[in-house]
């Protein structure tokens, strides 16, 4: 009996915390029972996309263990003078870290930073964490390694590196004018009703006190050791990149970042989100049995940011690629469907997760990050449509 209480404990927690691969694995196995198991499910597979996300989830875990990561926060939050420069670098950070290692490794990085660096001002948080996972979803946009949905759409519709980019573009840079507006008022002393600007005005304070007030992150210890390390996950992230860029074949630069890797730092493997991978081939198993049975279904701009609120954007994007001949809408309506709810993008939940384990109210948070989400999908729809 304790056994099975246990197994049942454990089940329930692995679902809880893992919801969309428990979605994904029921789905997969639904469509079992219209298209039998075979070993033409090998085909339904994207050998490639899983490739090079392992290749990128091995390099950035690499340099995150470097410290690389940790070192240009802390540069550029040394030279940081007002609160307002404070929360500024804390967006950036995010923003443009995102179109290198992805939004959710940016966010892994950055928001522990603001959590310590805002130690001694709570009331910033929350509009701070908003901002940051905005940032790290917009950021993401812009190039094919920003996140798993551009690399999958990237590679399935085999489209070309600057016309990825030219089609991001226009919303990288409104989402970027955004948050440079949204980070003045986040900074502001302030006066009237707005949160950030009655504590600033109760307190007294000059918006510099934070640097004084606030704990600092730490330099990495070993700075020969991290600059050594550093170079090395940097030019296996080049390798990456050249993979994806198609300048060398994926199965060698795959063959070359693994085999670099067990030999330098076997423990990186077990940083691998496996889970994530998992959920990848769950869904092409699931979408690839429903093009085989007939099935139709859309997948077009709208449609891929409604199933994003829903399912998420990763999964939205692989169950609707089969049915959508338009690369540009799948994509920029996942990328769009990452704001929203709280679902639209994994990398949300990792900001809530994060925020939560540190003690934080989840209701001033959201009160912050639903209003601001929803109008960024809002805005980024109308420019979809402008464009």
Known sequence: MDTIRHIEHWTWGFAKAEPVFCVALFAALASMLITPPSLGYAHYIDWRTLALLSMFMLCTAGLQEAGAIQSVAHGLLERAGSCRAVVAALVALPFFASMLVTNDVSLLAFVPLSLTMLASRKDLLPLTLTLQTIAANAGSFLTPFGNPQNLYVYSAFN????????????????????????????????????????????????????????????????????????????????????????????AIAFALVVAAVVVAQKRLFLQIDWVLLLTFVMFFIFSGNLVHSGISAQGDFLVTVGASQIISNVPATILLAPFSTDWQALSLGANVGGFGTPVGSLASLITIGLYRHAGGELKPLFKAFLPLNFAFLALNCLLYALI
């Open 159 to 250: 489209v070309g590196f600057g016309e990825f980019l030219l089609a991001q573009l226009p919303f990288v840079l409104l989402n970027g004018l955004l948050l440079t507006a949204l980070v003045c008022f986040a900074g502001r002393r302030g006066r009237g009703s707005s949160e950030i600007g009655d504590t600033a005005g109760r307190r007294g304070r000059g918006s510099s006190d934070i640097l004084a007030s606030g704990p600092r992150p730490e330099r990495p210890a070993d700075i020969e050791g991290t600059h050594s390390r550093t170079l090395f996950y940097a030019a296996l992230f080049v390798l990456s990149v050249l993979a994806v860029l198609r300048v060398i074949p994926v």
